[in-house]
């Protein structure tokens, strides 16, 4: 077989250009200074410890009518940080939403330090959660609150609605965890080799780096490689590279977790899939989904690599509402939150569902 001759001249002016390319993206994004993050309007109506309870300023322009009278609290995950939901004015669940007539809140669980290592499950589900939604129900004169639980926000927030269903009038999870033991779940397939006992023992708090550092590696090209290659298509656009700025600072801004709280969650949730076993016991009492009797909307994304449709989906059979609904949203982990259809998409399904509940008595399901 002939070898391809090589046209040098080219090839040398190609590498020239493309070294040109890389110079002066380099500048431009040297020059753009610190992205700014968020759009919507939001003051501090709670504080504890180190979280802090956003109530999101409804806008003026929505009329009375469109209003859902129950309040929402969004339950985000420890892991990375929640201005996710209001990344910028174009990109924000939590601004569609707004424009819907939802009544937002937000819990930001902040930066835990070395005061925070021995805080478990109970700290956060018999805790945090409760006193959160406490605020939320009498700040708001509502006796109930509309649950909506992101990621392993999503996780817990399905053990407090079972342990405190009276509270919640309609509760829905996003890209949720629930089975930690289906075969496409790659977190599960690291912790298998990992002592979480020692590595709480050795560590203290697990280090945020070396939590993103494991996410990275899941998606080792596409998420690292392939990404600044991709950014070179859009080198000479300002808006793309800002846009890329802020999701690179969300990426890299990872909170530590707390060493006992991060220890209890792999074991019991992720290695011993004590959720969907019905064997897990939160500070003595037992959670058991059966007693989700409020109306559930379940969202997850079918090309989601940390938390596989699979993991989601089982929460059907284990719950003992006969007002289910659920919905595929046709992307990612994070493109639920960011993209173009996820806009159009997430913000409109998420309000028509509760507008049609508002106010509405809880079902149950005989098991």
């Known amino acids: 077989m002939k070898t391809p001759e090589i046209d040098g001249g080219a090839l040398a002016r190609e590498i020239e250009q493309f070294n040109e390319r890389l110079v002066r993206g380099m500048t431009a994004l040297s020059q753009l200074g610190e992205p700014r993050i968020g759009s919507a309007e939001k003051d501090a109506v709670y504080a504890e410890d180190k979280l802090v309870v956003y109530r999101y300023r409804p806008l003026p322009d929505v009329p009375a009518s469109q209003r859902i009278r129950t309040p929402l609290v969004i339950c985000y995950a420890l892991v990375n940080r929640p201005y996710m939901m209001d990344l910028q004015p174009d990109r924000s669940l939590i601004r569609g939403l707004l424009q819907r007539g939802v009544d937002v809140y937000l819990i930001d669980w902040g930066y835990p330090d070395g005061a925070d290592r021995y805080r478990g499950m109970d700290d956060y589900v018999l805790g945090y959660l409760p006193h959160c939604v406490d605020h939320v129900r009498q700040a708001s004169g509502s006796g109930q609150v509309n649950l909506l639980g992101v990621c392993q926000g999503g996780t817990l927030s399905l053990c407090y609605a079972s342990l405190y269903p009276e509270r919640i009038r309609n509760l829905v999870t996003m890209v949720t965890?629930?089975?930690?033991?289906?075969?496409?779940?790659?977190?599960?397939?690291?912790?298998?080799?990992?002592?979480?006992?020692?590595?709480?023992?050795?560590?203290?708090?697990?280090?945020?780096?070396?939590?993103?550092?494991?996410?990275?590696?899941?998606?080792?090209?596409?998420?690292?490689?392939?990404?600044?290659?991709?950014?070179?298509?859009?080198?000479?656009?300002?808006?793309?590279?800002?846009?890329?700025?802020?999701?690179?600072?969300?990426?890299?801004?990872?909170?530590?977790?707390?060493?006992?709280?991060?220890?209890?969650?792999?074991?019991?949730?992720?290695?011993?899939?004590?959720?969907?076993?019905?064997?897990?016991?939160?500070?003595?009492?037992?959670?058991?989904?059966?007693?989700?009797?409020?109306?559930?909307?379940?969202?997850?994304?079918?090309?989601?690599?940390?938390?596989?449709?699979?993991?989601?989906?089982?929460?059907?059979?284990?719950?003992?509402?006969?007002?289910?609904?659920?919905?595929?949203?046709?992307?990612?982990?994070?493109?639920?939150?960011?993209?173009?259809?996820?806009?159009?998409?997430?913000?409109?399904?998420?309000?028509?569902?509760?507008?049609?509940?508002?106010?509405?008595?809880?079902?149950?399901?005989?098991?």
């Open 177 to 367: 965890p629930v089975d930690f033991r289906t075969p496409e779940n790659l977190l599960t397939k690291w912790t298998e080799h990992v002592d979480l006992d020692l590595l709480a023992a050795t560590t203290g708090n697990m280090p945020g780096e070396t939590l993103n550092a494991v996410f990275l590696a899941l998606m080792p090209f596409r998420l690292t490689s392939q990404k600044y290659v991709d950014l070179l298509d859009h080198i000479d656009d300002p808006k793309a590279l800002e846009n890329f700025l802020r999701m690179e600072k969300w990426i890299f801004d990872s909170p530590d977790q707390p060493g006992e709280m991060f220890r209890q969650f792999m074991t019991w949730l992720v290695k011993e899939n004590r959720l969907v076993l019905g064997t897990l016991d939160i500070g003595g009492r037992r959670v058991d989904l059966r007693r989700l009797t409020m109306p559930i909307f379940n969202i997850y994304a079918t090309q989601d690599h940390l938390v596989p449709p699979s993991a989601s989906t089982p929460l059907q059979q284990l719950v003992g509402s006969s007002d289910y609904s659920s919905y595929g949203f046709p992307g990612g982990h994070i493109g639920i939150y960011v993209s173009g259809s996820a806009q159009r998409e997430v913000p409109a399904r998420v309000t028509e569902w509760l507008r049609t509940r508002d106010g509405k008595r809880k079902v149950s399901r005989e098991r």
